[in-house]
Nanobody, 114 residues
Framework: VQLQASGGGLVQPGGSLRLSCAASRSIFSTNLVGWYRQAPGKQREVVARITPGGGPSYADAVKGRFTISRDNAKNTVYLQMNSLKPEDTAVYYC?????????WGNGTQVTVSS
């Protein structure tokens, strides 16, 4: 299975972006899906996750600003990011599972700067 992330870019502080993660197979409805990010010099960290039942969870740093959602018909998971801050600058990755094996999408760069 392949995961393709897109939607990153350059945005000013306070702005918004929506990231998308499209899967080549219908896996999101039955597997945990996560968005992670990695800033330069830092470890990759979880940003948000959504369970097969639809229950979301968020890192404290993004609660109230980011929203994870899923469209099973399109095999796509989204990360709506509002009120972006410079500290949100990172490469963002999506992650899910197929037959018990973790799969990572390509990264998409998000840069928050004035």
């Amino acid at each position: 299975v392949q995961l393709q992330a897109s939607g990153g870019g350059l945005v000013q502080p306070g702005g918004s972006l929506r990231l998308s993660c499209a899967a080549s197979r219908s896996i999101f409805s039955t597997n945990l899906v996560g968005w992670y990010r990695q800033a330069p010099g830092k470890q990759r960290e979880v940003v948000a996750r959504i369970t097969p039942g639809g229950g979301p969870s968020y890192a404290d740093a993004v609660k109230g600003r980011f929203t994870i959602s899923r469209d099973n018909a399109k095999n796509t998971v989204y990360l709506q990011m509002n009120s972006l801050k410079p500290e949100d600058t990172a490469v963002y990755y999506c992650n899910s599972y197929y037959r018990g094996v973790a799969h990572w999408g390509n990264g998409t760069q998000v840069t928050v700067s004035s």
